[in-house]
């Protein structure tokens, strides 16, 4: 068990719709990453957040957003679903206090858009 | 960007052999190098890391090392047991205080381990 905590575990909904992902990191852990995995593009860095402020985008859909509350829970919301966003999403945590450090990931939500 | 070329996709030993796992990136400012253990249905386990200062790293069965001249690392797990089973990705990273920490993986490794 690394710690982090993530909701749901799956999810299945239309094309169109919205949807919420949630994740609670590490006791501890200021940063939170944001990931996703699917068969033919591999695990790809989303969206990190640290301390509340986004830190860094990778390959982030316009149509997809995040935020990371004061209690440094994050919320990965994802609009106007398309079948191609079905995939497995993971956050992970870290303590980021300056240079690279491990990144602990969670169970990870499954997504299926049908 | 940074990229990461992970070799074999799928290795297949016998129980007791070694495994070897190589990855190459692209970046010479990446200064570290994770390696993560995947199981079905489960997230991604770090396993063992490496930073850019360091050129071999071990823990028990599992090792490390890292050519940073050549821009590639590699995992080595001796006395494989059934329960390494998994999939295996390398990643770097090149984060400096704070910002930059993401990961870029590799496609991933099948290991299998034969009884």
């Known amino acids: 068990d690394s710690g982090v905590t993530q909701t749901p575990k799956h999810l299945i909904t239309a094309t169109g719709q919205r949807v919420t992902l949630r994740c609670s990191p590490r006791s501890g852990d200021l940063s939170v990453y944001w990931y996703q995995q699917s068969l033919d593009q591999g695990l790809q860095f989303l969206i990190q957040y640290y301390n509340g402020e986004e830190r860094a985008k990778g390959n982030i859909l316009e149509r997809f957003s995040a935020q990371q509350f004061p209690d440094l829970h994050s919320e990965l919301n994802l609009s106007s679903l398309e079948l191609g966003d079905s995939a497995l999403y993971f956050c992970?945590?870290?303590?980021?206090?300056?240079?690279?450090?491990?990144?602990?990931f969670g169970p990870g939500t499954r997504l299926l858009v049908l | 960007g940074e990229n990461v070329e992970q070799h074999p996709s799928t290795l297949s030993v016998q129980e007791g052999d070694s495994a070897v796992i190589k990855c190459t990136y692209s970046d010479s400012a990446s200064n570290y190098f994770p390696w993560y253990k995947q199981e079905l249905g489960k997230g991604p386990q770090l396993i063992i890391d490496i930073r850019s200062n360091v050129g071999e790293k071990k823990d028990q069965r599992i090792a490390v090392t890292l050519n940073k001249t050549a821009k590639h690392f590699s995992l080595h797990i001796t006395e494989t047991q059934p329960e390494d089973s998994a999939v295996y990705f390398c990643?770097?990273?090149?984060?400096?205080?704070?910002?930059?920490?993401?990961?870029?993986f590799g496609k991933g490794t099948k290991l299998s381990v034969k009884p």
């Open positions: 992970a945590s870290s303590v980021n206090v300056g240079g690279p450090e491990t990144q602990y």
């Open positions: 990643a770097a990273s090149k984060g400096y205080g704070g910002s930059q920490g993401n990961l870029i």
